[in-house]
Nanobody, 116 residues
Framework: QVQLVESGGGLVQPGGSLRLSCAAS????????MEWYRQAPGKQRELVAG???????NYADSVRGRFTISRDNAKNTVYLQMNSLKPEDTAVYYC??????????WGQGTQVTVSS
């Protein structure tokens, strides 16, 4: 069982930056692939970025070049650095831990609002 706690959300002006963190409890964090998703009001949850156990990354086209996902296995934490934020980035952001087998675990989400 893994518990995930996101933090770092908030209100930021367009063009600003935020760094989200997702801290995982339990052991064997390094064997999980980790992903960030977001869900805006009235829209489906969408994949934003992912990082494999080995550190390979992938991004949605809408955030590539602006967002960076990283992980620190010593701290059991995955990060999402978000730069050049746009109003359309406004959403609740969730992290997900994906084990080698099984469906995975979700955090409770953190709100990001981009507005002037």
């Amino acid at each position: 069982q893994v518990q995930l706690v996101e933090s770092g959300g908030g209100l930021v002006q367009p063009g600003g930056s935020l760094r989200l963190s997702c801290a995982a409890s339990g052991s064997f964090f390094s064997i999980y692939a980790m992903e960030w998703y977001r869900q805006a009001p009235g829209k489906q949850r969408e994949l934003v970025a992912g990082i494999s156990r080995g550190g390979s990354t992938n991004y949605a086209d809408s955030v590539r070049g602006r967002f960076t996902i990283s992980r620190d296995n010593a701290k059991n934490t995955v990060y999402l650095q978000m730069n050049s934020l746009k109003p359309e980035d406004t959403a609740v952001y969730y992290c997900k831990a994906i084990p080698p087998l099984g469906a995975g675990y979700w955090g409770q989400g953190t709100q990001v609002t981009v507005s002037s």
